[in-house]
């Protein structure tokens, strides 16, 4: 199984990011995919998650800001990021899970910052 992720870069305090990820080499459809992201010095957390059947649960520090969707056609799950803050700055992960097996993308670098 494999996941790129793509979209990340640098942007200022209250701009906006849209991460894409595309997911490969298992029946996407049936899957969890969300995204988790890692600060320097931090733990990974979790950011958002959907369901196969589109359920969505977001942290609470993006709540209202992050939206996730997914398009099973492209095999792709998104993460729409407004009103940004320096504090979402970190590595973004794509994630999926399909019953007990999971898998990670590379990550992708978010950097809020003026």
């Known amino acids: 199984v494999q996941l790129q992720a793509s979209g990340g870069g640098l942007v200022q305090p209250g701009g906006s990011l849209r991460l894409s990820c595309v997911v490969s080499g298992t029946m996407f459809n049936y899957n969890v995919v969300g995204w988790y992201r890692q600060g320097e010095g931090n733990q990974r957390e979790m950011v958002a998650t959907i369901s196969s059947g589109g359920s969505t649960n977001y942290a609470d520090s993006v709540k209202g800001r992050f939206t996730i969707s997914r398009d099973n056609a492209k095999n792709s799950v998104f993460l729409l990021m407004n009103s940004l803050k320096p504090e979402d700055t970190g590595v973004y992960y794509c994630?999926?899970?399909?019953?007990?097996?999971?898998?990670w993308g590379k990550g992708t670098q978010v950097t809020v910052s003026s």
């Open positions: 994630y999926r899970r399909w019953g007990s097996s999971g898998s």
